[in-house]
């Protein structure tokens, strides 16, 4: 079932702005800069800098000039959607996978995406005696590692659990779903 509720919308269309950490440089308080992998975007090196815990904003008073102009000219960067359709890919095919695509290319909104304690997010966030099909090799992914990721995904119909074993050879993703209204 494809979500046609978002006409016009796309990967193309949904791009979103780069975003960077906020450093200031030690010893010159009050201006903040846009942290790339080393250093500023203005050219101020890593090793000088103290790194802040919120993001660079472009408008902001205290934001150094140079990079706010760089922070704006920066590439774009994939959507939630699109960053989640990449891993989706590598899970088992099947019904579930290729309805959770089609769901992903057409918008349906990421109501969660979090990394965590195994146990916690099985407790707490998948909703696993919701699910309708899946059900058991998604119980089985959390129970198989100490820490885990895992996404949530509805549609019109559908909650789709996406059950992510670790960023290295955790293996490929472990797709469920369940009823939105059961
Ligand atoms: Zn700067």
Partial sequence: MIDERNDGWSFATARVAARFGACEVRGAPGVEHAGGGR???CGI???CLTCRLHLFEPDALQSC??????AKDAPTEPCVQERLHGRVRAAAG???REELLAALRG???VRLWINGPSADLAGFHARLDELTEGAGPAA???A???AIGMAVVEDDRWRFLVVLPGSGDGGPPVLARGLRDP
């Fill in 39 to 41: 250093g500023t975007l």
């Fill in 45 to 47: 090196a890593a090793r």
């Fill in 65 to 70: 000039r140079r990079c706010r102009r760089a």
């Fill in 94 to 96: 099947g019904r579930i």
């Fill in 107 to 109: 918008g349906a909104p």
């Fill in 140 to 142: 089985e992914a959390f």
């Fill in 144 to 146: 198989a590692a100490a």
